[in-house]
């Protein structure tokens, strides 16, 4: 769950993007994994889905890196954070998230998706056996 007040905004990255409210601090813990509230779905629960459901997983969901039998889907606004190569926030840990620097108010929050995938990015739903 997001720890910090953000607000969704239109992206100039990708569609919709997640935003600061106020300035973070570099080092402030953005965001904690809740599994009262973020949801571990066993993997095999997800591929048999079709249609808008599985659409969504796709796309806002990403492989658990303690256990592959899983995806994370996160319950919050913290699933429309977008990539960038040069990030501002760390998810390097699968369970938090720290501001790399100084972030302004207004400033949308971004992250290496690289950091979930073994080898490299895609949506779920474009990934090949």
Same mark, same amino acid.
């Given at each position: ?13 990708? *569609? ?5 409210? #106020?300035?973070?601090?570099?080092? =402030? ?9 973020? &949801?571990?779905?066993?993997?095999? =629960?997800?591929?048999?889905? =079709?249609? $808008?459901?599985? /659409?969504?997983? @796709?796309?806002? /969901?990403?492989?658990? &890196? #303690?256990?592959? /039998? ?13 990539? @960038? ?6 998810? /390097?840990?699968?369970?938090? =998230? %720290? ?6 108010? *207004? ?5 290496? %998706? ?10 779920? *739903?474009?990934? #090949? $056996?």
């Amino acid at each position: 769950m997001l720890l910090v007040d953000t607000y969704l905004d239109k992206s100039s990255i990708q *569609g919709i993007g997640v935003f600061a409210r #106020h300035r973070i601090p570099k080092g =402030t813990l953005i965001w904690k994994l809740d599994p009262r509230f973020d &949801r571990r779905i066993p993997v095999d =629960t997800y591929e048999s889905q =079709t249609g $808008p459901v599985k /659409s969504y997983l @796709d796309r806002y /969901s990403y492989p658990d &890196r #303690h256990d592959p /039998s899983f995806i994370v889907f996160e319950a919050d606004d913290a699933r429309y954070m977008n990539h @960038d190569d040069d990030p501002n926030c760390d998810v /390097s840990s699968p369970e938090e =998230t %720290y501001a790399l620097r100084d972030i302004a108010a *207004g400033e949308e929050l971004t992250c290496n %998706y690289n950091h979930f995938f073994e080898n490299g990015f895609d949506f779920l *739903g474009d990934r #090949h $056996p």
